[in-house]
């Protein structure tokens, strides 16, 4: 017969037991998802693989709700438009992932803010999570309007709203297909060509006169100069025996404000202006600006330099530092935060590519939210929007002028050491209220402002219409 004081003892030895028993499955459970990095890592793990194959994963979608990626019934992740390749990303077994796959694997996959009750049922009955919709800031207009404007040239286009830091279109050339990342993987990554670097977050590139509204803004906000100083070009500026002509103005050598050396980018005034002021504070206001970092940004960046790291502050440097050659390298997105900079009277917004995450028609989080922060002065960066309207007025960026919108520009052609030279072109329009900024670089292009404007006007003029 069971006593009291025996079933007391049995139940005390059972709870024992199951508390063992329970304590060694979360063992076991922690060692197979956490600390087994062999079996995670494992190309036969079917857990790994079910990622890269998930029916459940959820959608990309642009800022109007339109489908970009989706999973097909084979499990296939395909893309829509090929231009956003590099946005999007990819979700390859032997490759892995990049760009939005990636940085947002989490609501993609539905491990976030799917809820402890999923995650448990997901990790002991295996029920499947349902991913959320991803939706991004890329405007279709916008988008298409840069697919088609920068065509199949090698280069890139970023346009973004000034304001928010939303990127209303990015495009990068030459592109890829995700999709078939399985059969052309190894040919893309050995292509000199480098179809899968995205050229316009990771294209390190010599901005050329472009770079001139940074040694303007440095230079006004240091009070040595204004823009109706009168500067003086000889016929060329010799710096250390380093000579620099005075080429681009139309009335040749001679003396004229400094908005009129701003708006036909006359290299040897913004020589002497460099080194007037000197490395560190033209140092000082590149790095307000974003360079020598790399961008807060969900997708992977490469950070713009103002020289090489190591090489020696010498006056010749500073001097084609200051008019856009140089060591200089900045990326699209980084210029086209500098316009966006001056647009905005001083204040930089972050850049954003994501808004928000979907699930049956329902908004179920805010991925990100707009910030910004002051990196010029307000004065100084008014003063370079006119001077910027001034190129354009001039006649100096050709297929940017739009009846009815006052746009904001300046040209670059950089120098890429081979012979040949990049052409840039970054601008924001309207002046009196920005809704663009706008970055456009050709590879080997020739003039920026006959080859990297009119692409940049497509461009701006499909925004304005938003």
Known sequence: MLTPADFERRL???????????????AALAWWQVLDTGLASEDRNPRLLSRFYDPNRGRILDRDGNVLVETLSDGRRYLYDA??????????PRYGSQGIE??????????????????????????????????????????????????????????????????????????????ALGSTGDALLQDPAAPLLNRATQGLYPPG??????????ALEAGIITPATIVECPGEVVIDGFPISCRNTPQGVGTYPFSHAFVYSV???????????????????????????????????AASQLRSPGSPRTTVLLASTAFGQGELLATPLQMALIAAAVANRGVMPAPRIALDAWRDGERVAELSRPSSTRVADAVAADDVAAMMAGVVEAGQAA???????????????????????????????????????????????????VVAAPIAGQVIRAAVQR
């Open 12 to 26: 005390r030895v059972f709870s024992a037991l199951a508390a063992a028993f329970l304590v060694a499955a979360l």
């Open 83 to 92: 231009s956003l390749a590099h946005v999007t990303g990819y979700l390859d």
């Open 102 to 179: 990636l940085a947002y694997e989490a609501a993609l996959s539905g491990r976030a803010g799917s809820g402890w009750l999923a995650a448990l049922r997901y990790e002991l009955l295996r029920e499947p999570l349902r991913g959320d919709d991803v939706r991004l800031t890329i405007d279709p207009a916008v988008q298409a309007a840069a697919r088609e404007a920068l065509g199949g040239r090698k280069g890139a286009v970023v346009a973004l709203d000034p304001a928010t830091g939303d990127i209303l279109a990015m495009v990068s050339v030459p592109t890829f297909d995700p999709g």
């Open 209 to 218: 006169s472009t770079f001139k509204t940074v040694t303007a803004l440095a």
């Open 267 to 301: 290299n040897a005034v913004f020589a002497k202006l460099g080194v007037d002021l000197g490395w560190q504070r033209l140092e000082a206001a590149a790095a307000r600006l974003g360079f020598g970092r790399d961008l807060p940004f969900p997708l992977d960046t």
């Open 399 to 449: 297929g940017v002028a739009i009846p009815g919108v006052s746009v904001a520009g300046k040209t670059g052609t950089a120098e890429a050491g081979d012979g040949t030279s990049h052409a840039w072109f970054i601008a924001f329009a309207p002046v009196e209220q920005p809704r663009v900024a706008v970055a456009v670089v050709v590879e080997s292009g020739g003039q920026g402002g």
